[in-house]
């Protein structure tokens, strides 16, 4: 089977509250947020945007006071990236993406500690804890606040996914989140764990938690993107396997 992961950033960036088609890309603009990260535009499969295209595309950004950003898997739209090139945008990354389905999914045993309890958040206070966590285990690319968790909880209540481990004594150890289902396939990411509690089985149990939870409401798969060979491990452990790259790709001045 499968994962049409472009199929799957165009749908996705659509939910988004300020979403807006821009020639062959979507923008998936969030105005509770000026993060590059959030704020960002994918191709539509198969696009052959023109110079004009692109120029619309960086006018859009440049509007709201942005940096034109996106982030997309090549092999699905081949014209895109020489397009962009011609217009100044220099690659931030390439990164690899994993794959996990209902029949190579697997429950890790327990952990270094025992047992690993992962829990869905109910309450405000959940989600602020989770929030703290994610951002200090990703060594503070963002700050944590009232509107970070408040897109946790709104991942939650839009058909996606968050899953932490509680830290003993209360908090968060660990957790992670993914997205609501879309074109058979939604993305988990943000697996982060604090370093006090790494080592643990931590990462591995909420990641099989959240995948099985989306294949329990009909995902066919459930992707991802790992930072290095450590958590590629990990990941590979419950069932993740190699899908194919993904490129980002900005404009910057």
């Known amino acids: 089977m499968r994962t049409d992961v472009q199929s799957f950033a165009v749908a996705n960036l659509l939910r988004r509250p300020a979403a807006q088609e ?19 535009a994918t191709p539509v499969p198969g696009a052959e945007p023109t110079d004009r295209d692109v120029a619309d595309l960086i006018a859009a950004f440049r509007e709201r006071g942005l940096k034109p950003r996106l982030e997309f898997a090549p092999d699905a739209a081949p014209a895109v990236e020489p ?5 100044g945008f220099g690659a931030e990354a390439v990164h690899e993406y994993l794959v996990c389905t209902p029949d190579t999914l697997t429950v890790p045993g327990p952990g270094s500690a025992g047992p690993v309890e992962v829990a869905a958040p ?9 929030d703290i966590a ?10 944590p606040s009232p509107g970070s968790a408040a897109r946790l909880r709104r991942t939650e209540d839009s058909g996606g996914a968050v899953r932490f481990v509680r830290a003993p ?7 992670a989140l993914c997205s609501a289902p879309a074109e058979g396939t939604a993305e988990l990411a ?13 990462a591995a149990a909420v990641t099989s938690t959240l995948a099985a ?41």
């Open 122 to 130: 109910a309450t405000d206070a959940d989600y602020t804890a989770i």
């Open 169 to 175: 004594g209360g908090g968060c150890a660990g957790g």
């Open 213 to 253: 939870t989306m294949f329990g409401r009909g995902a066919q798969s459930v992707w991802l993107e790992y930072s290095g060979e450590g958590s590629r491990r990990v990941y590979e452990r419950v069932g993740f396997r190699p899908g194919g790259t993904r490129l980002y790709v900005s404009l910057e001045g």
């Open 190 to 202: 943000g697996v982060g764990t604090l370093p006090a509690y790494r080592g643990r089985g931590i």
């Open 22 to 40: 821009v020639g062959g890309f979507v923008v998936g603009f969030d105005p509770s947020t000026t993060s590059p990260h959030i704020n960002y």
């Open 83 to 87: 397009a962009l090139r011609r217009a």
């Open 134 to 143: 994610l951002a200090e285990a990703f060594g503070g690319e963002w700050e």
